[in-house]
């Protein structure tokens, strides 16, 4: 059995700053021990349960968080960037299921730690066939084209609600709870990788009974930019139209090609924002 792992960070427990999740930073190993801990402890009980091949997407930030020599399963591990299929990069058909690990709430969400969608710099929102989504909404495009279930995800309350449109029947652990953007009130690490280690076990023991995400097509994706500027560039990107002052939609039955159009815009408004 085969699974495809993308981790992200914010939802790690213990994290709830920006200080704890970028490379150069005191914190940062602190926090990258806190990340590889539950990443290894989904990796054991996905192992309990069966699996017995895993691929990692290091999908935070630069993409060169985690340390391969630190992965359990002998794991392949998928780092830097700039990755064509971004936080999916590495995903096929050959994969009996995906974990979202430490996923995190979109921007706009009332309790959510670190919350954002892709560029916080950028994006105010983003919505697929009218619905506000966050990154694991976007990122089950892929997951849909190949016709592979989710099966896991990990992080805050809001993560776990906001992944049941996309995978209603996937295993969600959710390992802290957010008071805010900048705070919550998180599980003891060795706690939340204990209950992290049971939710891969009964995922992948339950992964016959779920599904791929569906999409109505033609899917519409439509984003809204914090400023205009950014939406009148976007349409630079071919089969991008404007659909507001600060907004621009795609419309397409071919789920791989608004993915990849979504990720061209994010990689574009990455090189505009005005640091």
Known sequence: MKLFLSTDFEGTSGIVAWEQIMRGN????QGLRLLTD??????AGAIEGGATEFVVNDSH????NLHPQDLLGRATLITGRHKPLYMMEGLDASFDGICFVSYHGSIGAEHAVLSHTYNPGAIWEVRINGEIVGESGINAL????????????????????????IAPDAE??????????????????????????????YAVRNLSSMRAPQFSLPVTLEITFLVADMADMATWIRGV???SARSVKITTEHLLDLYRTFVTIVTLTRSLVDR
């Not at 930030?61 to 060169?64: A, D, F, L």
């Open 142 to 165: 892929v997951a849909a084209h190949y016709g592979v279930p989710v099966i896991f995800v990990s992080g805050d309350a809001t993560t776990a609600q906001e992944a049941k449109t």
């Open 172 to 201: 969600k652990v959710v390992v802290k709870q957010s008071l805010g953007r900048f705070a919550a009130a998180h599980m003891h690490p060795s706690a939340a990788c204990e209950l992290l280690h049971a939710g891969a076990v």
């Open 241 to 243: 139209e404007r659909s």
């Open 61 to 64: 930030s630069t993409m060169r």
């Open 26 to 29: 005191a914190e940062f190993e």
């Open 38 to 43: 539950e990443v290894n402890a989904v990796i």
